[in-house]
Nanobody, 124 residues
Framework: QVHVVESGGELVQAGGSLRLSCAASGYPVRAYHMSWFRRPPGKEREFVAISRRSGGTPVYADSVKGRFTISRDNAKNTMYLQMNSLNGEDTAVYYC?????????????????WGQGTQVTVSS
């Protein structure tokens, strides 16, 4: 049975940092492309970052490039998102996704989301 828990979200001031975690059980993270998506208030879920199962350079949305870093620890079956220089537009519920689609496209429809997400709120 697949079980995913996203954690690490909280209220933070603009300019601050957070580290999100995605702990998975029931499936091996190493066998999947892994991603972070987020749903800002009143908006659709959007792509944030992708870590391909083969390794290589991660892919980031332009809005977070240079500020966010995605990483994974396959031995712990956990993925992370280090977020720096946070601003109000980063306020959202953050979800981790898993995919086996070749090329790991950023379209939401190619990803499976099993967790409830973690809330990040950035105050100005």
């Amino acid at each position: 049975q697949v079980h995913v828990v996203e954690s690490g979200g909280e209220l933070v001031q603009a300019g601050g940092s957070l580290r999100l975690s995605c702990a998975a059980s029931g499936y091996p993270v190493r066998a999947y492309h892994m991603s972070w998506f987020r749903r800002p208030p009143g908006k659709e879920r959007e792509f944030v970052a992708i870590s391909r199962r083969s390794g290589g350079t991660p892919v980031y949305a332009d809005s977070v490039k240079g500020r966010f870093t995605i990483s994974r620890d396959n031995a712990k079956n956990t993925m992370y998102l280090q977020m720096n220089s946070l601003n109000g537009e980063d306020t959202a519920v953050y979800y981790c996704g898993a995919s086996t689609v070749a090329g790991a496209p950023s379209l939401e429809s190619h990803w499976r989301f099993w967790g409830q997400g973690t809330q990040v709120t950035v105050s100005s």
